[in-house]
Nanobody
């Protein structure tokens, strides 16, 4: 089992920055992908960014060049640096992990990010 806990959400003005953290604990050896998703009111949950243990990153078109996913290289802590935030980035952000031999991904409980003046 893997437990994920997000932190770092909050209220920020348009154009501002926030850095989210995801702390992982439990059986981390088989994790091969760490990611961030978000869900805005009335919308489906969507992938924001992902990072493989091999260092490959992927971003949604809406956040590319503004957000950066990174990790501490030990699979127990990863981040989402969010710059130039826009009101449309307002959502609950979830960290996610996928592991070899495990069918279902792991999810955190989510952290609210609100971009508003």
């Amino acid at each position: 089992q893997v437990q994920l806990v997000e932190s770092g959400g909050g209220l920020v003005q348009p154009g501002g920055s926030l850095k989210l953290s995801c702390t992982a604990s439990g059986s981390l050896d088989n994790i091969y992908l760490m990611a961030w998703y978000r869900q805005a009111p009335g919308k489906q949950r969507e992938l924001v960014a992902s990072l493989t243990t091999g260092g490959r990153t992927r971003y949604s078109d809406s956040v590319r060049d503004r957000f950066t996913i990174s990790s501490d290289n030990n699979k127990d802590l990863w981040f989402l640096q969010m710059n130039s935030l826009k009101p449309e980035d307002t959502a609950v952000y979830y960290c996610n992990a996928e592991a070899w031999y495990i069918n279902d991904p792991y999810w955190g409980q989510g952290t609210q990010v609100t971009v508003s003046s």
